[in-house]
């Protein structure tokens, strides 16, 4: 069975950092591309940080780059995302996702999904 787990949400005041993992079950990681989108209330779901099979490409939305890092450990079967300075608009479920495509401007084809695990930016 195909499951993908995310951890490491939680509340965090402005400025402060989070790391979430997305850790893989059923399947190996190294053969997919990654994606992390979030999802806040009232918003549309949008990507934010997405890695290739092999960590060659990247892509950023506009609203993370230079704050947020994504990686992976296709040894541990795990996706990271490094956020720092976070700000209150980051406030967001964050989803882990099989994608499809990755480029430096591009992420999509979005299959298996992860159930979220919650950001909150506040003081």
């Known amino acids: 069975q195909v499951q993908l787990v995310e951890s490491g949400g939680g509340l965090v005041q402005p400025g402060g950092s989070l790391r979430l993992s997305c850790a893989a079950s059923g399947f190996n990681l190294d053969t997919y591309a990654i994606g992390w989108f979030r999802q806040a209330p009232g918003k549309e779901r949008e990507g934010v940080s997405c890695i290739s099979s092999s960590s060659g490409n990247t892509y950023y939305a506009r609203s993370v780059k230079g704050r947020f890092t994504i990686s992976r450990d296709n040894a541990k079967n795990t996706v990271y995302l490094r956020m720092n300075n976070l700000k209150p608009e980051d406030t967001a479920v964050y989803y882990c996702?099989?994608?499809?495509?990755?480029?430096?401007?591009?992420?999509?084809?979005?299959?298996?999904w992860g159930k979220g695990t919650l950001v909150t930016v506040s003081s």
């Open positions: 996702v099989t994608v499809v495509v990755v480029s430096t401007t591009d992420c999509y084809g979005e299959d298996y």
